[in-house]
């Protein structure tokens, strides 16, 4: 492993992170993505050294310098997380992290949709969590991206040339979303929201059938999991950390009448099987002892 390289590479996704805090937060406010980012407490521009991902709000101790106001967890978590995804995105596509030197056109071309989809994915994620909406422009253009990778391989990224998916493969999507449909339609909107289908419609095609299924189930064991601490969260008993935990997902009390942003377990669910190729159905085994 060069490391080196992998701190280049997530040095550079943190910096794509700190971009991405920018676009959730600018997104349907009118504001323009471009322009120096400012306190949001008193309009203090930020300084050139203030905006350097995580080191930035280490050094700040997490406030404002002027107004000595909170900033939020958000933008380091997210500053991190992006970095270690391009990390991982990448040591999935080159094996050892050592250089780009040896991909061929193809495995490149892969990389660049993956890594792009993942922007994609921690946007909605982060904007779901806030706002309780998945923007369509950008599930729609992580839906377009995913179809394209299926014609770039399986998920381990270890592509030389342009293939041909199974049919099941190129159904997928449809049919993994068709039962968030079903479920959209049955509840009125209720139970789940529309985005989450479209989102369903892209992870089918961006992990294929047997590791979309997979994603999918464990994005919902996640979501009940997380659910339900949510619920117990409202009681005296839990730690404070616990108690403050309904806030992150934009809500106040939790009931069971409480909208929970379901996106983010889903895109959990897809990361986790992306990396470490689980296959909770056993699906895969099946269909290569099928004759
Ligand atoms: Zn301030």
């Given at each position: 492993m060069n490391y080196f390289f992998a701190l280049f ?283």
């Amino acid at each position: 492993m060069n490391y080196f390289f992998a701190l280049f590479i997530f040095v550079f996704g943190s910096i794509i992170g700190s971009f991405l805090n920018v676009v959730v937060l600018r997104h349907n406010t009118g504001k323009t993505i471009g322009g120096r980012s400012q306190c949001f407490s008193c309009g203090k521009q930020l300084h050139w050294y203030e905006l350097f991902p995580v080191f930035s709000f280490a050094f700040l101790m997490g406030k404002c310098s002027k107004c000595k106001s909170k900033i939020s967890w958000q933008y380091p978590l997210v500053e991190v997380i992006t970095g270690t995804v391009f990390l991982l995105t990448i040591a999935n596509a080159t094996g050892p992290i050592e250089t780009f030197v040896g991909l061929t056109p193809e495995a490149f071309a892969s990389l660049f949709i993956r890594l792009i989809s993942f922007c994609f994915l921690i946007a909605i994620s982060v904007y779901d969590m806030k706002h309780k909406i998945i923007p369509d422009e950008w599930v729609y253009s992580f839906v377009g991206l995913s179809f394209v990778s299926l014609f770039f391989g399986p998920i381990n990224g270890a592509v030389s040339s342009v293939i041909m998916p199974s049919v099941l493969d190129l159904f997928s999507g449809i049919i993994l979303a068709a039962p968030f449909v079903l479920l959209w339609i049955i509840s009125g909107g209720k139970w789940i929201g529309f985005g989450d289908a479209k989102l369903a419609l892209g992870i089918g095609w961006f992990l294929g059938m047997v590791y979309g299924l997979s994603a999918i189930i464990i994005g919902f064991w996640i979501g009940a999991v997380i659910s339900l601490i949510l619920l117990g969260a409202g009681k005296t008993a839990c730690s404070k950390a616990i108690r403050s935990l309904p806030a992150y997902f934009g809500l106040k009390h939790v009931s069971m009448k409480s909208e929970i942003p379901f996106a983010p377990f889903l895109i959990l669910g897809l990361v986790l099987v992306y990396f470490f190729k689980w296959d909770v159905t056993g699906l895969g085994t099946l269909l290569a002892i099928m004759p």
